[in-house]
């Protein structure tokens, strides 16, 4: 069991600053430009809309979730899940299913029968999993979104003497200390591993912890090399480390043999079995029973990851399982005690299954015919025995739907819907669509339309990493979108993650002014041509690399014939732009990432290009070196405890585009990492960004602003202002 974080990034706005008179005439131009277009917008509006008539409010798209991630106990006696407490922060709830009884009404799910077993005063918890002892449940937590993950443990039976809700046990102290790697076996239920940078800051240790007690001490010291790490399940022991070597970004799998498989007295414990040069993918899914096989993914001599078979001792392959030429492996399903092959899934544009257990492909053939219409099915928990099971259903057009399925009784019974507040309102459908790079690569896209036909405005959604992907199902922005009246096109550029090796690295040195960019401008002109898109109504959006890729969009708009190589960009294809926790310079996001990145900094320079020893490089892809040829409005939104993307990104575009008097927006959240993960802040940032989209795209509409209470916004420019005016 791996427990990890989720990143939850949202949207912003906040008051212009720094208009010069150029700029106003320029903004007039805008205007009349609007009016030329204002009869068509007309129309617009009287077409049928995807979304509902009303404004869905903000709160209840970005607010906390009434209740979410159940979670079955081992032994089925007890329903984990995750609600606000009373003072609105995500805490952990239980209920004892033998005590209880749970309706059929998903929207009518009452939390009196429950107790809460943790506080978290300020910032909700957003990932829990059970122990296998059936009492304890682990949760991670970081500090104001510091991403310095903590394992805490709770009891779910106890209480202590006064009633109240007892302190949860943190199984890893330590300032600036951060968890990962954790892992769980149910063979021994009073032990976990967990890996720690608590004795060097820059590499993770794993630690063997007897959670009740909170004894911990040190189990495999990682020699400085070693990025994650693997248990063989029977005895518990880490036997595999992945290896990134810091000087070729090539990945090797690191085996170890146990003491009793040891076939001489100086054979070493430890040896190189897998390697994978840069530009390959693969790893080591799980070891087999005889501990002298295991499933290993791999793309060597392939285009994509296939699911192998091999020979630990050798590296051979044994078997090719499966492979698809159009996207990698992705979920694998094994049998907890055999380790047979049950099923594993692969995603181009929807998730997919192939299942070499026929019983188990009839159990999901039965949750699909018995759940919501075109939901995607996804196991969440299982009980040990496996016969209770949590199901989810997962749609694009409404909110996710658990349901405990009783395996043996061939039973569903709802549980919950996430927002059961969302179920009053009609939602867009996400569409999965082919878009065409002018170089013929094909990329896959998510458009969420507004209206059933014709052109709308339209936000360019772009996903961060860049090493990730985009997916289909619900998401809260395009629905926010779509209701306030502007298509949303999400488009998974080359450099994203999941569709073979070729497809990864062609993105490489591709920022900003690269075909990475280029594909994004692509899915505009796609959005265009099929008369989605307004095209003088589009802005561009997004978080992290996302961000970045609006800072990159927004110059491309005056820049493509001095730095784009030559390849000319429609001039005005942004109309404004909305940067989250974006880099404006990428020597100064290199140089300040945080120590525990270091064995993947080279990796990320052949993946961007060597901006150390290339100063000209750098400047070219580095949005901050071309502020003056910025003229969209823009607004940025950024968390001061970002360990990814500092601060100081955001500060050095933002003061540098006040000075020059380029129309932009700041806001900074002092209690907020890399996205904004409190509601308050969450709903604070997405209602100025509202007002922002609805004053720059003509055809759009906002909620009234209002002041969130609890939000901790910031707004360094007119700090800034009042600071050169006093």
């Avoid at 005063?121 to 991403?147: H, L, V």
């Avoid at 003061?655 to 969450?682: A, C, T």
Wanted: aromatic share 10%; hydrophobic share 35%.
């Amino acid at each position: 069991m791996q427990i990890t974080s989720l990143a939850v990034i949202a949207s912003l706005p906040v008051r212009s600053i720094g208009f010069s008179i150029g700029f106003s005439r320029k903004r007039h131009l805008i205007h009349n430009r609007h009016e030329q277009y204002s009869a068509e917008q007309r129309l617009a509006s009287l077409r049928e809309r995807t979304s509902s008539e009303e404004l869905i409010p903000l709160k209840i798209l970005f607010g906390n979730p009434e209740n979410t991630s159940p979670l079955l106990s081992p032994d089925g006696k007890y329903l984990a899940y995750l609600a606000p407490s009373p003072l609105g922060v995500l805490n952990i709830y239980i209920r004892d299913l033998a005590h209880t009884t749970i309706t059929k009404d998903t929207a009518a799910w009452d939390k009196s029968q429950d107790r809460i077993i943790t506080n978290e005063p300020k910032r909700g918890i957003r990932s829990a999993a059970w122990a296998y002892d059936n009492t304890t449940i682990f949760y991670m937590q970081d500090f104001d979104g510091d991403e310095n993950f903590h394992l805490f443990a709770v009891n779910v039976t106890q209480l202590s003497a006064d009633g109240e809700i007892p302190p949860a046990r943190d199984l890893t102290p330590g300032t600036n200390v951060k968890a990962q790697n954790i892992i769980t076996n149910y063979r021994y239920p009073y032990e976990l591993l967990v890996g720690t940078n608590e004795r060097n800051p820059k590499v993770f240790d794993m630690y063997r912890c007897f959670y009740h007690t909170g004894e911990k001490y040190l189990d495999t010291l990682n020699p400085g090399d070693v990025i994650g790490w693997k248990t063989e399940d029977t005895t518990f022991q880490i036997r595999a480390a992945t290896v990134r070597n810091e000087v070729d970004s090539s990945t090797t799998i690191r085996l170890r043999k146990s003491a009793d498989l040891l076939a001489k007295e100086d054979e070493t414990e430890w040896k190189d079995v897998f390697h994978f040069p840069y530009g390959e993918e693969g790893g080591l899914i799980d070891f087999c029973p005889d501990q002298k096989t295991a499933y290993l993914t791999s793309s060597l001599e392939r285009e994509t990851t296939a699911l192998l078979k091999v020979d630990v001792d050798t590296g051979e392959t044994l078997e090719e399982i499966y492979s698809n030429e159009k996207c990698n492996v992705g979920g694998v399903t094994l049998d907890k005690d055999s380790k047979a092959l049950r099923a594993l899934s692969y995603n181009y544009a929807r998730t997919e299954r192939i299942f070499y257990d026929k019983e188990l492909e009839q159990d999901y053939d039965f949750l699909k015919a018995n759940g919501p219409t075109n939901a995607e099915v996804g196991v969440v928990s299982r009980t040990q025995d496996e016969s209770k099971w949590i199901v989810s259903y997962f749609q694009s057009d409404g909110p996710t739907s658990y349901a405990i399925y009783d395996k043996p009784n061939q039973n569903i019974t709802n549980l919950f819907v996430t927002n059961p507040k969302l179920l009053q309102y009609k939602f867009a459908p996400m569409e999965d669509v082919r878009i065409r790079a002018r170089d013929g690569l094909e990329l896959v896209g998510y458009l969420t339309r507004a209206v059933t036909e014709g052109r709308s405005p339209m936000i360019l959604l772009v996903h961060g990493g860049p090493w990730a992907r985009d997916h289909w199902g619900f998401d809260a922005r395009c629905q926010w979108f779509a209701n306030r009246g502007y298509a949303t096109l999400k488009v998974n550029f080359r450099g994203s993650t999941g569709y073979g090796k070729t497809f990864l690295h062609k993105g490489d040195k591709q920022w900003g002014v690269g075909d990475m960019q280029h594909d994004l401008t692509d899915a505009v002109n796609w959005a265009i041509e099929q008369s989605i898109a307004d095209k003088h109504n589009i802005c561009i959006y997004g978080g992290s690399y996302g961000g970045y890729a609006c800072l990159a969009g927004e110059l491309n708009m005056t820049i493509s014939f001095t730095i784009s190589l030559g390849l000319t960009f429609t001039p005005d294809l942004y109309k404004c732009g909305v940067d989250i926790v974006g880099p404006s310079n990428i020597k100064t996001l290199l140089d300040s990432v945080p120590p525990y990145w270091a064995p993947l900094r080279n990796g990320m320079l052949l993946k961007i290009g060597d901006v150390d020893n290339d100063p000209d490089f750098n400047e070219k892809i580095s949005p901050l070196f071309h502020v003056d040829k910025i003229r969209a409005p823009l607004l940025i939104g950024h968390g001061a405890n970002d360990p990814r993307v500092k601060q100081a990104e955001a500060d050095q575009i933002a003061f540098s585009m006040q000075e020059k008097g380029i129309p932009v927006e700041y806001v900074l959240y002092p209690d907020e990492g890399h996205g904004f993960s409190r509601p308050e802040n969450r709903i604070d940032f997405n209602a100025r960004t509202d007002q922002f989209l609805a004053k720059h795209l003509m055809g759009g509409r906002a909620e009234e602003f209002i002041e969130t209470e609890g939000s901790t916004a910031t707004f360094p420019l007119l700090k800034k202002s009042e600071e050169v005016f006093s």
